[in-house]
């Protein structure tokens, strides 16, 4: 094999794992945000479920893209562990696909392909269209390195190592292991298997020699969703262990089933003047026959993950962190339904924020209506938490915006991140009303009856409004009812400002409050006026999310 071999093998490795991006991004930028809603619709049934997951890969023509996106989707939520195992299920079986078109030889029209999928992102301006110019250029392109690699390859079949090399992987061990590790280096069971194919096309190894290889390329494909699932939720990580014990399952059985019956010689039989169909059809009944082998015992695989990774008490429960978003390690870290993952992600810890927020705001009207420092510290922490959140959040936004595509899931991402910054600002009013507890405390003042009954108004309408805001995401419809009911409440707190106001004057025409009673008063009726502010600001972005979405 010469050096300039071995660089068309790594060329055609490069196209094909490039043509499946392009794959995987067409896709993510089709359907965005709408990958929620398709899938918690699907999802509820175990057949339609492996139905989405091996369509979903079929598409993409890689079953560890569609594993690392279940893995995003439990992590933040979307998904429960039960859907999971039936998308996993499907997702197996949908990666034989790119076996069997390249035994069909359909690279022929690889060419054909890539540029029809060129010439629709080039000469078509609708957007949409470019989209699925990406997914049908990005399987030309995948094909192209297909055969880039397979003609690479003819060259060692003149290598007595290389061929002595395959025999020895009839060795179920060694064939498993080689094919395992391997898969897990370039991290794509579509790619090894599409090698192997091309070794066997080239005459290097048979299909006696080659099924061991292919059970283990289906167990080392678990380590793309094994390295998503670092840093993500105990769930999430119950994913990776379903996929494992998935395919792990499958190996056990068909390698008992290849030593001990003809079922080899039979998928031979089949279509023996060619071997790499031998290996599609044999990687194609692997996935099928586990898939309904195990189908009847999904709730069982689920049941056994959490066995394997049961619940433990929560080391960050007293330490800042987010539940529902993985932050991204890089400006470049897509994935399939990246949209719909962190759409949820950011609703669900912005629900943690308003919730945060709202305590402070409770405490804190408190406080000052009790007139002592003791709700001080804890408003404080909480305080630096909603800070924290703001600052992550915010990050990972910005890290999202850059890969997102879809312009309407792009405005609905936007709009949840001013979202984010005004709640921020209501946890800041919040602590200024709290810190105004010291001066209270300090100096002895008291306030009379009457303004105690006006701090819990203005107490009650803050929080009414904020439990207001949790409730908008889960009213899929009439956004202008929503938006409207949030300005009513805002212009209550308007009203009773002005209102306040007025009578804090009366009270001190008549001497009947301090001075510094008054300031402290005057300063927390402005503090009252912009959380109502900010809680406009956020009912209206969260109705033009909705819109976007």
């Given at each position: 094999m010469k050096i300039t071999d071995f660089f068309s093998l790594l060329g055609g490795l490069a196209l094909f794992l490039y043509g499946m991006q392009m794959m995987s991004n067409g896709l993510e930028a089709a359907a965005g945000n709408k990958m929620k809603q398709i899938l918690e619709k699907l999802t509820a049934n175990r057949f339609l479920g492996v139905l989405v997951g091996a369509g979903i890969t079929a598409v993409i023509q890689s079953s560890s893209a569609t594993t690392v996106m279940v893995v995003g989707f439990v992590n933040s939520g979307m998904m429960t562990l039960k859907q999971a195992v039936w998308i996993i299920m499907g997702a197996n079986i949908g990666t034989t696909i790119t076996g069997q078109l390249i035994a069909l030889d359909v690279g022929q029209l690889a060419p054909l392909f890539a540029f029809c999928g060129v010439a629709l992102i080039v000469f078509v301006k609708k957007q949409k269209v470019h989209h699925y110019g990406l997914i049908v250029a990005g399987l030309g392109i995948l094909f192209i390195g297909m055969e880039m690699m397979s003609g690479a390859m003819m060259p060692l079949r003149e290598s007595e190592a290389f061929v002595s090399l395959m025999t020895k992987f009839s060795n179920p061990v060694l064939g498993i292991l080689a094919g395992a590790v391997f898969t897990a280096v370039i991290q794509s069971s579509s790619a090894s298997v599409g090698i192997l194919q091309a070794l066997a096309g080239s005459g290097l190894i048979g299909l006696s020699n080659a099924v061991y290889v292919l059970f283990g390329q289906n167990i080392g494909t678990c380590i793309t969703a094994i390295l998503a699932a670092i840093g993500t939720s105990r769930n999430a990580k119950r994913t990776t262990v379903i996929h494992l014990m998935f395919n792990l399952i499958g190996t056990t059985i068909f390698t008992i089933a290849c030593i001990t019956t003809p079922l080899t010689s039979l998928v031979e039989s089949l279509t023996p003047?060619?071997?790499?169909?031998?290996?599609?059809?044999?990687?194609?009944?692997?996935?099928?026959?586990?898939?309904?082998?195990?189908?009847?015992?999904?709730n069982y695989l689920a049941k056994a993950a959490v066995r394997i990774l049961p619940e433990k008490q929560d080391e960050q429960a007293d330490v800042m962190h987010m539940e529902f978003i993985r932050?991204?390690?890089?400006?470049?870290?897509?994935?399939i339904g990246l949209s719909a993952i962190a759409v949820t992600g950011i609703k669900k810890e912005l629900h943690r924020m308003i919730d945060m927020a709202k305590e402070n705001v409770e405490a804190s009207f408190?406080?000052?209506?009790?007139?002592?420092?003791?709700?001080?510290?804890?408003?404080?922490?909480?305080?630096?938490?909603?800070?924290?959140?703001?600052?992550?959040?915010?990050?990972?936004?910005?890290?999202?915006?850059?890969?997102?595509?879809?312009?309407?899931?792009?405005?609905?991402?936007?709009?949840?991140?001013?979202?984010?910054?005004?709640?921020?600002?209501?946890?800041?009013?919040?602590?200024?009303?709290?810190?105004?507890?010291?001066?209270?405390?300090?100096?002895?003042?008291?306030?009379?009856q009457e303004v105690r009954v006006e701090i819990d108004a203005?107490?009650?309408v803050c929080i009414k409004a904020l439990e207001f805001l949790n409730e908008i995401h889960h009213n899929q419809q009439d956004n202008n009812q929503d938006v409207k009911a949030?300005?009513?409440?805002?212009?209550?707190?308007?009203?009773?400002?002005?209102?306040?106001?007025?009578?804090?004057?009366v009270r001190m025409q008549k001497g009947t409050c301090s001075e510094e009673g008054c300031i402290i008063y005057s300063e927390m009726l402005t503090d009252f006026e912009r959380i109502g502010d900010h809680i406009l600001n956020i009912g209206q972005e969260m109705g033009l999310g909705k819109v976007g979405a």
């Open positions: 003047d060619n071997v790499a169909s031998q290996i599609a059809n044999m990687h194609t009944l692997f996935n099928i026959v586990t898939t309904l082998l195990l189908l009847p015992f999904g932050p991204m390690e890089t400006k470049r870290d897509t994935q408190q406080a000052v209506k009790v007139g002592t420092t003791e709700n001080l510290e804890t408003v404080q922490e909480r305080e630096e938490y909603i800070d924290y959140l703001n600052k992550e959040i915010s990050k990972y936004i910005s890290k999202v915006l850059v890969n997102e595509s879809n312009p309407r899931d792009s405005q609905y991402i936007s709009a949840l991140f001013k979202v984010c910054g005004n709640v921020e600002r209501i946890g800041d009013h919040a602590m200024n009303i709290c810190g105004y507890t010291k001066l209270i405390e300090k100096q002895g003042i008291s306030f009379s203005m107490k009650e949030i300005e009513k409440l805002e212009q209550q707190i308007d009203d009773m400002t002005d209102d306040y106001r007025q009578k804090q004057l």
